[in-house]
């Protein structure tokens, strides 16, 4: 029995579980909130609250939401490892999730993939099982009261701003600055808000690497209806020289620090924000040189036809746009590994990513432009790696319950 078959198996008896113990309704009837509170969704997009609940009795309320997404890109410069345009399942989920009393959870189900800027795209099923699994997130939360929670499991990362699957997020592509941290960890999560003020705690294992040797802190500040202000800090203690896909060298053996500003308020939402990394030498582990990233992005949404929560199925029209520059430095010793496109290289970018949802559905359209600076030769675009840019176009369509 191969992996997928496994997957296909567990969730059966998990349905079959469900349907045995618990009274199906549509998730607006059971009055459950959605998305869950660590499952972040950006300003473009939202789950319709059309999913499957489910009122497990003394247990309370749960959703179970699908999600179905699919995309085609064509591109300028590919790589030798890629193509010149491709189509495929970006998503193919099921979340589940409980997200009232004092236990919660939330388990995301199926298949995805995460595309970069700048990076070559790997199919959903072969990214899938490169990657996180079939179960790329999976945490259970207590929350004792409105103040206090605490999740464990495999979650989101902390650093950056921008998540992980292109549904939650402005654009379709992840982007530059989102290329320097790290994706899933495994690992613990304490959260404490207090008027104004919100704060978070982790200890994880990174870059999905298996060792708990990461924390983080993270402050945020809401300064009236419309102005918040985040600084967050995740780290590794100690070296760890495991390098895999999901687990390279460098980033997990980074400090990352961010600083956030977000405005949201009537048409528009303006998220500027500034990210630094650094990456201490430590030949034990292979790494030779010190290595620095100095990022700066802003992203920004004006939503042409505004909509109220409570208005489930009215239209939502809006035009996100990215603007992106990061520059690197160290890793020219002999053998290095490196980031970006080489020793002290740089890159900027711009992605426009017009959307329309209309009650479940949603089609986007993206165009992205990366431009590579003081690329070392061959690790640029192109079937030599020898071009300074490329541009891609992209369309998306889907489901969100």
């Known amino acids: 029995m191969n992996a997928h078959t496994r997957v296909l198996s567990l969730l059966n008896i998990l349905f079959v579980i469900l349907i045995a113990t618990g009274h199906f309704a549509h998730a607006d009837e059971l009055d459950v909130p959605s998305p869950a509170p660590d499952f972040s969704m950006d300003d473009s997009l939202r789950l319709s609250g059309h999913g499957l609940g489910l009122n497990l009795g003394q247990l309370g309320n749960m959703t179970i939401s699908p999600v179905v997404t699919g ?12 193509s010149t345009s491709a189509a495929d399942i970006s998503n193919a989920q099921l979340l589940f999730q409980k997200n009232t009393g004092a236990v919660q959870f939330f388990v995301q189900t199926g298949i995805y993939s995460i595309y970069e800027l700048g990076a070559p795209y790997q199919h959903a099923n072969t990214y899938t099982t490169n990657t996180f699994g079939y179960v790329p997130q999976a945490y259970v939360s207590f929350v004792p009261d409105a103040n206090w929670s605490i999740s464990a499991g495999k979650l989101s990362a902390m650093g950056g ?10 654009n379709i592509e992840r982007g530059l600055l989102w290329g320097q941290t790290n994706s899933i960890s495994m690992g613990m999560q304490v959260n404490h808000t207090e008027g104004d003020l919100s704060m978070a705690f982790t200890w994880n294992d990174g870059s999905y690497s298996g060792k708990y040797n990461w924390l983080g802190a993270t402050l945020s500040y809401q300064a009236g209806e419309a102005h918040t202000l985040t600084a967050s800090w995740v780290g590794a203690i100690s070296p760890n020289d495991k390098d895999t896909v999901t687990t390279p060298l460098l980033q997990n053996n980074s400090q990352v620090f961010n600083l956030i500003y977000k405005y949201d308020k009537e048409r528009w939402m303006l998220v500027p924000y500034l990210q630094y990394t650094a990456i201490a030498a430590n030949p034990s582990i292979g790494i030779q040189d010190a290595h620095q990233t100095y990022g700066a992005a802003l992203l920004m949404n004006y939503r042409l036809q505004s909509s109220s929560s409570s208005d489930q199925v009215a239209s939502r029209v809006s035009l996100p746009v990215r603007l992106e520059y990061l520059r690197t430095s160290g890793g020219s010793s002999p053998g290095e590994p490196t980031l970006l496109f080489g020793p002290d290289s740089s890159a900027w970018s711009i992605t426009v990513t017009p959307t329309y949802q209309f009650d479940q559905y949603f089609l986007r359209l ?13 690790m640029a675009f192109g079937t030599t790696g020898m071009k300074n840019s490329q541009v891609r176009v992209m369309a998306e369509v889907g489901l969100l319950f």
């Open 366 to 378: 993206e165009t992205s432009y990366v431009r590579a600076l003081n690329a070392q030769p061959e």
């Open 161 to 170: 701003y921008e998540a992980n699957f292109s549904y939650q997020n402005l």
């Open 71 to 82: 995309f085609g890109v064509s591109q300028t410069n590919s790589k030798s490892n890629d």
